[in-house]
């Protein structure tokens, strides 16, 4: 069977590959092949624990590719023939492309301890059934142990606490949860939230064991405590899923990515990658980073659907800002871009602005939160390179306004008189909104040191 | 009595050209002169009326100006002399400064119609006494009648109508209310939502005339109609108060504001003027706008306040953007840089894309509003030239990814593509997030004309 457009992977980024090549290229027809049938919307898996009340209303739908004429193939990729630009499927069936996009995505990673593959240690798989199974399990579950206190560990951490009669523990090794998305003094504003729900963290602290026979019992970590745990959750990254790739000899990166350039192709001719699976850059520094974003991967999407055939656009991919928000607790979170503490790590010499104001005004109206925001600009040059959010919901767009500022390299000098709507109803006061705000007081440390 | 700095008005613009000013230059002295002793925040005088149950939690504290070591005088300044650098003040005083920044805002019009003198004619007075009193009115009138279905009107219509027993009418000569902001299709879910409200719209339409014997007691409209009415309030602009910038000899732009250049400079050595008083340009013609809003009004004071001793930020104004929120009913609107109606006007070719999802994912989540997304774009090039939309409250914020990138000149092509943050319980899905989505459907027009 030939097709012009071959994508391999159902998720964000093979969707969105799927639908922006088809509607580019109307007249190619384009074939999605997926593993699993029915598919989950995968950024909100931790919602289903409790939030969301049925897990089937977590579906991930296939209509939008029905409706743009994309066929989908619920079949596994085994292997790939560069030469003859074939794809084999487990069906037995092959399959031949003029384009070739693996969007295969990551498996997440057991916990690297001793007993990680005993009965009851659970990692997120993205179909309905592992996710409605994992909702009844821990909902029979008495103590519940958290590896990782990234996003996937703190969210599930809060619905687990709320959803669940279970004693919530998360384990992470870093200082705080949320550390690579955030300073310290949001990382602790988290900490709190998840406290303040009844879940136990255990920061700084490694898992060295999972303990039990035959199913899980307990979890010692190496401050000597031993956690009694009847579920374990892992929340430790994944590795990129490069098998097909690998074997058919295409580049793959340091880290263990496939390798792409700048428009997403491989090293192999008429084959890209997209997604978790492909090399992931840093925005500023070019490093491979090991950020695994539904919106970095869906951005990759769109730049892979878009050059298929020809170089259409050359804005390329400028590396991931990993931008991202979250909510925990009462409080919503968002992050783009460095943080100081990546600034440091990376030597980067920079001036940070900080505000805080009521997300309404005056404060007293319905709905107001605290909205705090610090801005990270390179020194002297005064350029945007990451920003840092909590406060009420619209966080997660006031974020997005951030995002564009990095991609588009909006300087500190500009930003404290740039034009933004206010309304009373909806955002902080014009006289003090914490996104010019913040900037004018970076502003003013250039200043007084020059 | 000397000053380094003295600012005239006590509005956001003269707030923030102090708070900037004071900043930048530590060492001078700044005086703000108010001639309202208890002021108010502004934009939310409409929820004094319902939604914030004393007006007088809706004050404008002193507070900030005071901890930055500005000095308030509750005075007015009734005449200005260019050659000795004097303000002369109501209260006999004389203030001289290095410079003067006027920051004298607008007074309301009255409505342009026989009778508009009529006792029960309102307009918008900034000072706390009299929103209380207006409050008090508006509660034991039986009949309102609203000249006029801008923001004001709009959001005093939605006020009036949810914490009264009155009957409320909204007149717009304009076929729409919002006219300016919005192109029809947003114009039209606004005025559904007044209408769900209970206020009557009468579009199209214009008052003749206001009757009444030493009292208001109806106003003529020129379909004939005449609607009973024991309140009126004007929302039909202003007039920027620009008398002692006259009589001083300034130079004064064809619509009746000071004339500016590009730093907020007026045509008088060391005097400068900022907010609803100096001259609005167009951002994208440099024609004059009648645009007044307090987020403009701000980036002009920041702009005045950062380069009153020296040019110190190139960054000028570039002219007013017009970016603004709000609410009616369970909707809420944002708007920034120009509709398509506005683009026909001014003879600018364009393309727009449109597009809307649920602002959460999966969207039975808790929370979730439609968000219909529209960006308007330079045809071919693909310059980023406004945008509108409708939803839930994040729409205060997400218009500021796009007041961003109309000032930064985002190209459809680099919006296409852009990373932005997503997440369940904040935002629509990455996918199909109508803020690129929207810009997708922008380029495929572009793609199917060449």
Known sequence: MKKNIVIIGGGPAGIITALTAKSVNP?????????IGAGVIPCAIPYTVSTIDNPRLNSASDQPLINAGIEILVDKAISLDIDSATVSLASGKDLSYDRLVLATGITPALPPVPGADTAGVYTIEKSLSSISMFKEKAHSAKNIVILGGGFIGAEFAEELSKGTDATVNVVEMMPKILYTAFDDEYCDIAGEQLSNLGVNLKLGIRATAIEGNGKVEAVTLDNGETLPADLVLAGVGGRPNIEIAKSAGLKISDRGSIWVDSYMRTSAHNVFAVGDCSLKRDFFTRQEVPVWLASTA???????????FQIRVLRQIQGTIAAFSTKLGDVCFASAGLTCRACDREGFRHVTGFSEAPDRHPGCLPGASAMKVKLVFADRAGT????QICGGTSVGE?????AVGIQKQLNVRELDMMQIATHPLLTSAPTVHPFIESAHMALRKLREKS
Chains 1, 2 share one sequence.
């Open 27 to 35: 007249a190619k027809s384009v074939c999605v092949v997926k593993d």
């Open 298 to 308: 869906t951005s990759e999407a769109r730049i892979a659907g878009t050059n298929l």
């Open 384 to 387: 945007l390179m990451g920003g």
């Open 398 to 402: 006031l974020v997005n306004a951030i």
